[in-house]
């Protein structure tokens, strides 16, 4: 009995106690585990008003608009690249180019490849400088050379499309900055084309219905005689002016026939051009000088015209000259309104790089 009471006080001789028990485990009940899902990443549309336009024009080095160049536009992170092809102004268009930096790369055949970069704001409209080409190192000296007709033939035909409100002829206006040197055979066509627009027509009756009204060279008579009179000594005088002094003349002292427009610097400066523009002109060698074709042209014209006015019209050497230096103060009146008026009125003029008036 001794031993049994010992047993049961001693704790290590008998059964081990609880404490001394992992613990056991517990039962948890069985949940299934979700497999998980590929998460699914879906491009954001851009919002259509956050869409925007990149657009400009590509000129060589002469500042001449270049038909028919490739542009392609991509994004700075990447992407497939838009194509455009630059029109007979030499302007290209994207739309809807969502928001961000982007890079142009400008090809033509003999020029070596331009890369622009610009950013777009949302919604905006981008339109940077001139992308000015120029010539491959691959070109040689002889297609340089050979090009100049075609570049005065491009800027011709671009001038062949310039009227005032639409409809007034302005062909002897040239925007170039450094426009090609026309040839004599472009120089004739220039006269010929002016002469036969069929708003010339509708200029010279006016005016001949204005001298009829008012029976200015009282000579002519009236009713429709003098009326075609009147219309064909207009008309004479401003074909003999354009194709003596314009075109023949010009073709001989090798002189441009053409105002060039300024556009830059301050009023002053262009306000003094376009009075000069008036007695000078520049050369085909690109120097100014006196306007020999427009001085001795405009003479000749008044002396053709003795032929077919009536004969109190016909004047003698004196009044003559005085009416050449009214002649070139409504020139240089001209000019003026060349220089700040009529280029804002002649829609679609491309700029090629000048300033802009």
Known sequence: MLAAAAGAQDPGAGAVSEAALPDAPTAQAATPQATPQPSVQHPVQPQPDALGTVRGVIVDRDGTVYEGAQVALTAAGGGPARTAISGGDGRFSFDGVAAGAFKLTVSASGFAPQVVEGTLAAGASYEGKPIVLAMSSAASEVEVTASQTEIAQAQLKQEETQHVLGVMPNFYVSYAPNAAPLTPKQKFHLAWRSMVDPMNFVAVGAFAGIEQATNAFSGYGQGAQGYGKRFGALYADNATDNFIGGALLSSWWKQDPRYFYKGTG???????????????????NGKWEVDYSAIVGGLASAGISNAYYPEEAREGAGPTFENMVVGFGSSAVQNLLQEFLIRRLTPKVPKYGAGTP
């Open 266 to 284: 301050t009023v002053k400066a262009r306000v003094l051009y376009a009075i000069a523009n008036a007695v000078m002109c520049k050369g085909d």
